[in-house]
């Protein structure tokens, strides 16, 4: 946020007394207008879910072994009790493997929602690239973003135009 403020306000001291044309977009405010992104971010949703079922169930499964081997506990030489806790020991690293893949950083999630997403953020960029050329704009904040906008004047916000580049209607 600061960076971008900063380049701002670089910008505007690198050009002079020269007026720099700019507007506000709500990127938020346009995916919500999208369908496909609602497709796109409700598939997304299934999947995780479905994913942390799955890890839940492992996780359940693990926890009845531990409980079973504390029942089992008195009664097991020390060769079963060792063998029975690496057992346990070794369903729960594969059930938190399991996690860190689905829903790490660049896990399966993040690659999914790479595949779906980022081509509907690809069209919204370029739309708002071809707005903002179209109509003169040195600049184009989105709102949505990081960037803090303490005000924006309601007349600067583009993102109905935007709309309209992507065929979309209010």
């Known amino acids: 946020m600061k960076k971008l403020l900063i380049a701002l306000f670089l910008l505007a001291?690198?050009?002079?007394?020269?007026?720099?044309?700019?507007?506000?977009?709500?990127?938020?405010?346009?995916?919500?207008?999208?369908?496909?992104?609602?497709d796109a971010q409700g598939k997304l949703d299934n999947i995780s879910k479905a994913w942390q079922e799955e890890i839940d169930k492992q996780m359940a499964e693990v926890d009845k072994m531990y409980k079973g081997y504390q029942a089992e506990k008195p009664m097991l030489s020390d060769d079963m009790r060792n063998k029975r806790q690496d057992e346990i020991v070794a369903r729960e690293k594969a059930a938190?493997?399991?996690q860190k893949q689905r829903f790490g950083y660049e896990g399966?999630?993040?690659?999914?929602?790479?595949?779906?997403?980022?081509?509907?953020q690809d069209r919204l960029f370029n739309a708002v690239q071809k707005m903002a050329s179209s109509k003169g704009y040195d600049l184009a904040l989105d709102k949505a973003g990081g960037v803090t906008l303490f005000y924006a004047d309601p007349k600067l916000d583009r993102s109905d135009d935007v709309l309209k580049i992507l065929g979309i209607n209010k």
């Not at 399966?108 to 509907?120: G, S, T, V």
């Open 13 to 38: 001291a690198a050009t002079g007394a020269q007026a720099q044309h700019y507007c506000i977009i709500d990127s938020k405010y346009i995916l919500d207008k999208m369908s496909e992104y609602k």
């Open 96 to 98: 938190k493997d399991l």
């Open 108 to 120: 399966d999630l993040f690659k999914k929602r790479q595949e779906f997403i980022k081509p509907i």
